[in-house]
C-alpha cells in the first residue's frame, strides 16, 4: 500500500506524539495571531469563539493526512481546498497565496522546533523531508511559489515573517481568548511554551518569555516520557475535558478519512475543482 507519507518518516514520528503536537499548536497559536490574514478567521468568528475546539479539529484533520493511504490523503486536501470558498465568496474576494503559505511554513517550522525541543537536533535529511512532505500538501491545494528544499524554505520564511506579521487588535483579543479558555495558569504555560518554540521576531512582537522557567519541569518529563506518569506534563497544557482527545494523539488515527467539518482547517473554501485553486490576488 502507498501511502502519502512514507511509514518511516520523520513526519510521521512528529505528528504520532501527543506532545510534539502540542508544542507545535503552541507555537502556530501565537504566531498565527500575529499573521496579517488573522481577520480571516475573525470572518467566520470560529476561531476566537472556541480555539482549543479548533485546535482539535485542525490536528486531526492534518494527522488523517499524515497517515493516510496516498489516495485518501489527496482527497482530504482536495476537500481542503474545494471548501475555502465559501467564505470567499461571502466576503467578496480571495484568500492570498501568502497567506496559505504562511499556514504552511508554520506547520514546517513547529514541527522542527517541537522535535528538537523534546528531542534532538534533526538531521539535514529530516529538514528535507519535513519541507517535502508538507510542499506535496500545498502543492496538491494549487498553492504557488512554494520553495522546494530547505535552503530555499528558510529564506521564503524570513521573508514571510518580515512581511506578514503586525501586532493588531486581533492579536490582543486572540490572547485573550485563549486565557478566557485556558483560564490564568494554562494561559502562562502556554505562553511559557511559545516562548521557547517562536522565532525571537514573534517572541518580541508578544512580550512572550523565553521559557528558562520550564526547563526542569521539561527535563523531568523527557526522564519520564516512558511511563504513564508523563501523561501528566500533557494534561497539564489543557482542560480536564480534552484529556481523552490528548491521550488519542499518541495513536495513529484510523486511515479512514471522513469528509471535513467546516471548522476543520485554517481557512474555509468551497467550489473551486477538486485540487484546483486559482492564483489569489
Same mark, same amino acid.
Given at each position: 500500500?502507498?501511502?502519502?507519507?512514507?511509514?518511516?518518516? *520523520?513526519?510521521?514520528?512528529?505528528?504520532?506524539?501527543?506532545?510534539? *503536537?502540542?508544542? *507545535?499548536?503552541?507555537?502556530?497559536?501565537?504566531?498565527?495571531?500575529?499573521?496579517?490574514?488573522?481577520?480571516?478567521?475573525?470572518?467566520?468568528? +470560529?476561531? $476566537?469563539?472556541?480555539?482549543?475546539?479548533?485546535?482539535?479539529?485542525?490536528?486531526?484533520?492534518?494527522?488523517?493526512?499524515?497517515?493516510?493511504?496516498?489516495?485518501?490523503?489527496?482527497?482530504?486536501?482536495?476537500? *481542503? &481546498?474545494?471548501?475555502?470558498?465559501?467564505?470567499?465568496?461571502?466576503?467578496?474576494?480571495?484568500?492570498?497565496?501568502?497567506?496559505?503559505?504562511?499556514?504552511?511554513?508554520?506547520?514546517?517550522?513547529?514541527?522542527?522546533?517541537?522535535?528538537?525541543?523534546?528531542?534532538? $537536533?534533526?538531521? #539535514?535529511?529530516? +529538514?528535507?523531508?519535513?519541507?517535502?512532505?508538507?510542499?506535496?500538501?500545498?502543492?496538491?491545494?494549487?498553492?504557488?511559489?512554494?520553495?522546494?528544499?530547505?535552503?530555499?524554505? +528558510?529564506? #521564503?520564511?524570513?521573508?514571510?515573517?518580515?512581511?506578514?506579521?503586525?501586532?493588531?487588535?486581533?492579536?490582543e483579543?486572540?490572547?485573550?481568548?485563549?486565557?478566557?479558555h485556558?483560564?490564568?495558569?494554562?494561559?502562562?504555560?502556554?505562553?511559557?511554551?511559545?516562548?521557547?518554540?517562536?522565532?525571537? !521576531?514573534?517572541?518580541?512582537? @508578544? !512580550?512572550?518569555?523565553?521559557?528558562a522557567?520550564?526547563q526542569?519541569?521539561?527535563?523531568?518529563?523527557?526522564?519520564?516520557?516512558?511511563? &504513564?506518569?508523563?501523561?501528566? #506534563?500533557?494534561?497539564?497544557?489543557?482542560?480536564?475535558?480534552?484529556?481523552?482527545?490528548i491521550?488519542? @494523539?499518541?495513536?495513529?488515527? #484510523?486511515?479512514?478519512?471522513p469528509?471535513?467539518?467546516?471548522?476543520?482547517?485554517?481557512f474555509?473554501?468551497?467550489?473551486? $475543482?477538486?485540487?484546483?485553486?486559482?492564483?489569489?490576488?
Amino acid at each position: 500500500m502507498q501511502y502519502f507519507v512514507a511509514p518511516s518518516s *520523520i513526519v510521521r514520528r512528529i505528528w504520532g506524539s501527543a506532545d510534539m *503536537i502540542l508544542f *507545535i499548536f503552541a507555537g502556530a497559536a501565537a504566531e498565527f495571531a500575529l499573521n496579517k490574514a488573522v481577520d480571516w478567521l475573525y470572518f467566520t468568528g +470560529r476561531l $476566537p469563539s472556541d480555539p482549543l475546539g479548533r485546535l482539535f479539529s485542525t490536528v486531526d484533520y492534518a494527522r488523517r493526512i499524515v497517515f493516510a493511504e496516498q489516495a485518501a490523503a489527496e482527497k482530504a486536501i482536495d476537500t *481542503i &481546498a474545494a471548501i475555502h470558498g465559501a467564505v470567499e465568496a461571502k466576503r467578496g474576494h480571495a484568500i492570498p497565496d501568502w497567506a496559505y503559505r504562511d499556514v504552511l511554513f508554520m506547520l514546517v517550522a513547529y514541527s522542527m522546533r517541537a522535535f528538537e525541543v523534546l528531542e534532538r $537536533p534533526l538531521t #539535514a535529511d529530516e +529538514r528535507e523531508e519535513i519541507v517535502e512532505v508538507f510542499g506535496r500538501v500545498g502543492r496538491r491545494m494549487g498553492i504557488a511559489e512554494l520553495p522546494t528544499d530547505y535552503a530555499a524554505w +528558510r529564506l #521564503a520564511r524570513e521573508q514571510h515573517l518580515a512581511q506578514n506579521t503586525l501586532l493588531s487588535s486581533y492579536t490582543e483579543d486572540l490572547y485573550r481568548q485563549y486565557e478566557r479558555h485556558l483560564g490564568w495558569a494554562r494561559f502562562q504555560l502556554l505562553r511559557g511554551v511559545q516562548g521557547m518554540v517562536v522565532p525571537p !521576531s514573534v517572541r518580541y512582537w @508578544l !512580550s512572550l518569555p523565553d521559557g528558562a522557567w520550564l526547563q526542569p519541569p521539561l527535563a523531568l518529563y523527557r526522564a519520564t516520557r516512558g511511563f &504513564a506518569l508523563s501523561q501528566w #506534563a500533557k494534561n497539564a497544557m489543557l482542560p480536564a475535558e480534552y484529556r481523552d482527545r490528548i491521550k488519542a @494523539l499518541d495513536a495513529q488515527p #484510523a486511515e479512514a478519512t471522513p469528509p471535513p467539518s467546516r471548522g476543520s482547517c485554517p481557512f474555509h473554501r468551497t467550489g473551486r $475543482p477538486t485540487g484546483v485553486r486559482q492564483r489569489a490576488a
